[in-house]
């Protein structure tokens, strides 16, 4: 019964995509070098690492760089919050939205991070106020408003166009084709595709490879990176919330040329951790932690983007304590949405790490 309203969605996605191609739609310039990282579905495919990781590159090479994200789900959405001016946090995720502040912790001394449903707006604002010479785009692939230079689209390598159709019967935010106006593909979370392990290596797996040659075809000018996700550390969530980097974890082991070496996992007994999110797709969330031998006894999981109150947390330590669990693990995103929530056990905030196959040809595209 949906198909008709998938239908009438892709037609809209189509001409509007046809009016910004032909000018009938103006686009703004943001008076600085712009980069849009963005997905072709809804849900979770990896963006915020990736976004935190372009930032960090930008900056690393001397830019002044400002993330520019709309901050769903926060209380005012019309309202512009600076939320980091790049060497401190200056707003909750009520007033800024849960992956703004996650964004805000991972790029302290690094990025100033705005959110505003006004990008062009808000661009000129930052430019002005802290001489911005670099923006990144949060869920900018739409948002053609705002013109930019680099446009990476990212895809899960789990769940790649989200069964293909539109919404509201698929994931898809538009027709598949448009992925042609990626200048790079990033495809997310290959390490959770089949068995592989190292992207260093050869990759032999035939879902990888045949999802790099379908993107090729829809994006022949486009340049394909495969990527994966790697936990470098748990943190204890109180630290987390004081604006810990993540290197102070539990004990990774001695030797880092090992793929597995680093995994976390050595402190935390077998089947003593209960893992919990509210996640676009949490299972990709629960199966890094398999992946590294993270073994939990239970999990729970919530909406994309649910806002933690005390009864929830109670509940999540009942449930962790019905399987006999001591720990609980859960994710950044997640974590700055607890700041003032007292917890009767231990939790950890898992840290993952976006890694390259080809870290040195990707940061000199952008």
């Given amino acids: 019964m949906l198909s008709p309203l998938a239908w009438i969605y892709a037609q809209i996605a189509n001409l509007r995509n046809w009016m910004c191609d032909r000018g009938l739609l103006r686009s703004f310039d943001l ?10 579905t809804v849900g979770g495919t990896g963006k915020t690492p990736l976004v935190a990781y372009v930032a960090e590159i930008l900056s690393d090479r001397g830019e002044r760089v400002c993330v520019l994200t709309r901050g769903y789900g926060r209380r005012d ?32 001394g690094k990025a ?18 802290f001489g911005i010479t670099a923006f990144v785009l949060d869920d900018g692939f739409q948002h053609r408003r705002a013109k930019r230079d680099v446009d990476i689209v990212c895809i899960d390598a789990t769940n790649p166009f989200g069964g293909g159709k539109m919404l509201p019967v698929g994931r898809l935010r ?58 470098i550390g748990l943190v204890e969530i109180e630290k987390f ?18 793929d597995h070496a680093e995994r976390p996992n050595d402190d935390v007994p077998e089947n003593s951790a209960f893992a919990f999110c ?16 993270l073994t939990v006894a239970g999990t729970k999981t919530f909406t994309d983007h649910h806002f933690y109150k005390q009864n929830d947390l109670d509940a999540i330590v009942r449930d962790a304590r019905n399987v006999d669990a001591q720990i609980l693990l859960t994710t950044a995103k997640d974590a700055v949405k607890m700041q003032d929530l007292e917890c009767a056990l231990p939790c950890f905030v898992v840290v993952i790490e976006m890694q390259f196959e080809d870290e040195g040809a990707f940061a000199s595209l952008l």
Avoid: H, M, Y
């Avoid at 060497?87 to 805000?104: F, K, M, S, T, Y």
């Avoid at 100033?112 to 106020?129: E, I």
């Avoid at 919330?241 to 090992?258: A, K, L, R």
């Fill in 77 to 108: 959405p019309k309202q512009r919050v600076l939320v980091s001016d790049r060497e401190q946090i200056l707003a909750n995720a009520i007033d800024a939205g849960d992956e703004p502040v996650e964004l805000a912790q991972r790029l302290l």
């Fill in 174 to 231: 538009e027709p598949i084709r448009n992925l042609r106006r990626a200048d790079i593909v990033v495809v997310t979370r290959c390490n959770l595709v089949g068995e592989i392990s190292n992207l260093r290596s050869e990759i032999s797996d035939s879902e990888i490879l045949n999802l790099r040659s379908e993107i090729s075809k829809l994006a022949p000018n486009s340049r394909v990176f495969l990527a994966k996700n790697k936990i």
């Fill in 241 to 258: 919330q004081n604006g810990s980097d993540g290197t102070e974890s539990i004990d990774q082991g001695e030797s880092p040329s090992d």
């Fill in 112 to 129: 100033v991070v705005v959110a505003d449903g006004d990008r062009v707006s808000a661009a000129r604002w930052a430019k002005d106020k």
């Fill in 31 to 40: 008076g600085a070098r712009t980069i849009s990282v963005g997905n072709i």
């Fill in 278 to 293: 509210a996640l676009g797709n949490p299972d990709n969330f629960f199966a890094q932690l398999a992946k590294e031998d």
